[in-house]
């Protein structure tokens, strides 16, 4: 399987045996409907979360097995998914990619879990503006329009 989209390899050390790699779409935050703000965030980060057959737990558990790290970064204009293999496990790695682009599990559990974690947070940054504009991208969409 190859990483779909613009999906490339950054790095490959040969003294070390770790690729990274970084796949964008694009999508953003400033294309979250109106009333559904934080939208393109809360799916990003659900991407994580389980996809095919690995909940969230399998599919956390399958990447350390692999010795890999994945993120998202979610940004006004474009989602970055990105992380580091093995190349001797290169392939699973891009398995776990493509399955988590291609067949997310969204489970409701996940989803509420995740609400709960970024309304905590954004409790925490609430009192620092640099901090909150940061955290919301959307803050600055209603400027743009």
Same mark, same amino acid.
């Given at each position: 399987?190859?990483?779909?989209?613009?999906?490339?390899?950054?790095?490959?050390?040969?003294?070390?045996?770790?690729?990274?790699?970084?796949?964008?779409?694009?999508?953003?935050?400033?294309?979250?409907?109106?009333?559904?703000?934080?939208?393109?965030?809360?799916?990003?980060?659900?991407?994580?979360? %389980?996809?095919? &057959?690995?909940?969230?737990?399998?599919?956390?558990?399958?990447?350390?097995?692999?010795?890999?790290?994945?993120?998202?970064?979610?940004?006004?204009?474009?989602?970055?998914?990105?992380?580091?293999?093995?190349?001797?496990?290169?392939?699973?790695?891009?398995?776990?990619?493509?399955?988590?682009?291609?067949?997310?599990?969204?489970?409701?559990?996940?989803?509420?879990?995740?609400?709960?974690?970024?309304?905590? &947070?954004?409790?925490?940054?609430?009192?620092?503006? %640099?901090?909150?504009?940061?955290?919301?991208?959307?803050?600055?969409?209603?400027?743009?329009?």
């Amino acid at each position: 399987m190859k990483l779909p989209l613009r999906a490339r390899v950054l790095i490959e050390e040969h003294a070390l045996p770790i690729g990274v790699y970084q796949t964008t779409l694009p999508v953003g935050a400033l294309l979250d409907p109106p009333g559904k703000e934080g939208l393109a965030y809360m799916t990003g980060k659900m991407l994580l979360k %389980g996809a095919g &057959e690995h909940d969230q737990a399998a599919f956390a558990d399958a990447l350390d097995y692999l010795g890999s790290s994945l993120g998202v970064a979610i940004g006004r204009d474009m989602t970055t998914i990105g992380g580091d293999a093995l190349t001797a496990k290169a392939g699973a790695f891009e398995e776990l990619v493509v399955a988590a682009l291609q067949s997310p599990r969204f489970e409701q559990a996940e989803l509420d879990k995740l609400a709960r974690q970024t309304v905590a &947070e954004l409790a925490q940054v609430r009192d620092n503006d %640099g901090a909150l504009a940061q955290r919301l991208p959307t803050l600055q969409k209603g400027v743009n329009r």
